[in-house]
């Protein structure tokens, strides 16, 4: 069965360092998301992207966050600049329309 | 942000009884709903979901209920099993594809 995969599953940094998470949607579809579940939280969106651009972005998503499909498979989230509070669970995940969302296992971000 | 509400944090079961797991909502946009379990250290994997135009959506052990007027749903797991335990998260949908999750149940089917 077609799964989300998700590297790396661990990432430690340092505060101010630039990481790129890194995502493999389901090869046929066309909608990607990210979000994030911060320890003891409940899961929260923090963009779409739909056509190569996003179609949607929380609060959460300022100008620290990217997302980008630099080509047919993969889907990364960088953030510029970590900060602590960026320390947290995410989550890709990928539709075939606009409905049911299938995530893949997640990366843990720690931030030193 | 409370739009989606999961009152209760944690239900024990005896093995081969009904659980049943509610999700309030506030946000009368919402027009489709989905439930995910969730294993520690893993992602939320989609069980059933159901769209405003239905008020019940049936998927082997797992049935869906939609009360729109009262802005309720459940999630029935009849007869639950022991590899049922996990976390339960409610999530819904509307004039947009993100999703606003509840704060989630930890359900505990016990021998």
């Known amino acids: 069965e077609p799964e989300v995969t998700q590297t790396p599953s661990h990432q430690v940094t340092q505060m101010g360092q630039e990481v790129i998470l890194r995502c493999v949607p389901i090869?046929?579809?066309?909608?990607f998301y990210w979000y994030r579940q911060i320890l003891g939280q409940k899961v929260e969106f923090l963009v779409s992207?739909?056509?190569?651009?996003?179609?949607?972005k929380s609060e959460i998503f300022d100008d620290q966050f990217s997302v980008e499909r630099p080509d047919g498979s993969n889907f990364t989230l960088k953030i510029r600049s970590t900060k602590l509070e960026d320390s947290a669970m995410y989550f890709c995940?990928?539709?075939?329309?606009?409905?049911?969302?299938?995530f893949g296992p997640g990366t843990r971000l720690t931030v030193l | 942000d409370q739009q989606v509400k999961q009152n209760s944090p944690s239900l024990s079961v005896q093995e081969g009884r009904i659980s049943i797991l509610n999700c309030d909502y506030t946000?009368?946009?919402?027009?489709?709903f989905l439930w995910y379990k969730k294993y520690p250290a893993e992602g939320p994997t989609f069980l059933i979901s159901?769209?405003?135009?239905?008020d019940k959506n049936e998927d082997g052990r797992f049935t869906v209920f939609l009360n729109k007027s009262a802005k309720h749903l459940s999630l029935h797991i009849v007869p639950s099993q022991p590899g049922d335990s996990a976390v339960y998260f409610c999530?819904?949908?509307?004039?947009?594809?993100?999703?606003?999750f509840g704060t989630g149940t930890q359900l505990k089917v016990e021998l």
């Open positions: 946000n009368s946009m919402f027009d489709y």
């Open positions: 090869s046929n579809h066309l909608y």
């Open positions: 999530a819904a949908s509307g004039g947009g594809n993100k999703l606003t």
């Open positions: 992207f739909y056509n190569n651009e996003i179609s949607e």
């Open positions: 159901i769209s405003s135009i239905k």
């Open positions: 995940a990928s539709s075939g329309n606009t409905d049911t969302q299938y």
